[in-house]
Structures are given as C-alpha cells and as structure tokens.
C-alpha cells in the first residue's frame, strides 16, 4: 500500500510538470515584415527570379533585401556599374504608420552583379518614421522592384503557380 501512495504522489508531481512542458503557448507580435519579391510574370524577360529573391522590415527600421538572377529582355544576366547613378535598380516601400497619420514611398537603390543585388538601408532617420514611439505600428502596403528604366519587374507577396 505505501507502494502505491508513493507512485500516486510522484505522478501528481511529475505529470504537471510534463504537461506544462508540452502546453500551447499564445502566440507574440511579430518584430518583422518579410515577403518574397516575385517577378511580375514568372519565366518572362527581362525579370528576375522568385527564388531567393525577397525583402524584410524590422522593428529597428532596418530594412534589407535581395534580388536574384535578374535577366534583360536578351536573358542575359544583368550587372550595373557598382556606384550609385542611373542604372541602378530600386525597391519601393509603400508604409504608413497609423498613430501618427503618416505614409508614404521608401525607396533604396542597389547595384545587381552578375544578375544578384542585395540592398540595405537604415530608415530609423527617415522623415516618415518622425515623431513614432515604441509600440507603434507600420502598415507596409505594397513593394515594387523596378529597372534602371522606372519600369516594374516586380512585387512584394506572392506568385500563384
């Protein structure tokens, strides 16, 4: 008997304890919008690929990106000249942010080599972001990647296969 009563108070402590370890716990805010860069018609030239291409926003304005093997209307891959000027390619950011009834365009230009360009830039000094606290929301409404020409190549979101 004194058995029994010692595995019944082991297993009143020990099951608790399991089950607390394999509880379902509430899922937090995300810290990041992120989102692949999909061509606007897949397999078309000049474009880019959907694969490893994409785009990311943090809560500390960092905003970072990549775009792979961008091809011209000959499929041939595309490499611009490696400082900022006119053939460079952008990535446009449409954001507003609520509470402080502000929105507008971020764009950021990079450099494609061999047909692959990344870009980075820090918005936490953007006029945009003024006068927004800690706990504010940023609302990114749309992405678009475009040519050295101003033309679109591409979106922000998905492609439906």
């Known amino acids: 008997m004194q058995m029994r009563s010692r595995m019944c108070a082991l297993a009143v ?3 608790p304890g399991i089950l607390m370890a394999f509880a379902v716990r509430p899922a937090s805010a995300g810290t990041k919008i992120q989102a692949s860069l999909v061509p606007n018609v897949a ?10 291409s994409s785009i990311k926003l943090d809560d500390h ?4 990106g990549k775009v792979k093997k961008v091809v ?5 891959r595309v490499t611009t000249d490696g400082v900022p000027s006119t053939d460079d390619y952008t ?3 449409d954001v507003s942010v609520p509470a402080t009834l502000t929105s507008g365009t971020v ?9 692959n ?13 003024a006068g927004t606290t800690s ?10 990647v475009k040519d050295s020409g101003g033309t679109v190549r591409g979106v922000g979101g998905f492609a439906i296969h």
Request: aromatic letters at 8%; zero cysteines.
């Open 91 to 93: 990535v446009e950011v």
């Open 43 to 52: 397999g078309t030239m000049p474009g880019f690929s959907e694969n490893g």
């Open 135 to 144: 706990g504010d929301g940023v609302a990114v409404t749309a992405v678009r």
């Open 61 to 64: 304005l960092s905003l970072k």
């Open 72 to 76: 011209d209307g000959a499929g041939a």
């Open 117 to 129: 360009g990344s870009f980075a830039e820090d918005l936490s000094t953007n006029p945009l972001f």
């Open 13 to 15: 402590a020990i099951v």
């Open 107 to 115: 764009t950021v230009a990079f450099d494609v080599t061999n047909g």
